[in-house]
């Protein structure tokens, strides 16, 4: 398994993709929303979802821009705080498919185990999908 740290000290954000960006295969999409990770961009986080997509993680289903963004602004307000770490375990790509598994520390929540899986529809999320163990400190 080949593995990689990424320091996200100090950084605006965390998972994020412009939707001009997401418009090639689904290893440019899996490539521009790790770059993007660490650039904390809420409107590129948004820009990548299809107006009619739906996040679905445990207990919640989020099928509106206004959720989404709140949960975006959510995830880049946690993690862009100081001494955040974070390190992607795997990365699976396959058509129009594309699955992170990660792990990470915020000054909040260790989160021992996350994934993130995203459907793709004309190069724009679909679907996605999230999960994470985490333990709050």
Same mark, same amino acid.
């Given at each position: 398994? *080949? %593995? =990689?740290?990424?320091p996200l000290a100090g950084l605006a954000g965390a998972i994020a993709? &412009?939707?001009?960006?997401?418009?090639? @295969?689904?290893?440019? =999409?899996?490539?521009? %929303?790790? &770059?993007?990770?660490?650039?904390?961009?809420?409107?590129?986080?948004?820009?990548?979802? %299809?107006?009619?997509? !739906?996040?679905?993680?445990?207990?919640? +289903?989020? /099928?509106?821009?206004?959720?989404? %963004? &709140?949960?975006?602004?959510?995830?880049? @307000?946690?993690? #862009?705080?100081?001494? +955040?770490? =974070?390190?992607?375990? @795997?990365?699976?790509?396959?058509? /129009?498919?594309?699955? =992170? $598994?990660?792990?990470?520390?915020?000054? #909040?929540?260790?989160?021992?185990?996350? $994934?993130?899986?995203? !459907?793709?529809?004309d190069g724009m999320i679909r679907v996605h999908t999230v999960a $994470?163990? $985490?333990?709050? *400190?």
């Open positions: 398994m *080949k %593995r =990689f740290f990424v993709l &412009a939707g001009a960006a997401m418009a090639g @295969s689904a290893e440019e =999409f899996a490539a521009a %929303r790790l &770059a993007a990770f660490g650039k904390g961009d809420v409107a590129a986080l948004t820009a990548g979802y %299809r107006p009619d997509a !739906v996040i679905v993680m445990p207990g919640a +289903v989020i /099928d509106t821009p206004e959720g989404r %963004r &709140a949960m975006i602004e959510g995830i880049v @307000s946690e993690f #862009a705080q100081p001494g +955040v770490t =974070f390190e992607l375990l @795997s990365q699976t790509v396959g058509r /129009d498919v594309v699955e =992170f $598994t990660w792990k990470a520390e915020t000054p #909040a929540n260790v989160y021992l185990f996350g $994934t993130d899986t995203y !459907v793709l529809e $994470t163990a $985490t333990t709050p *400190k």
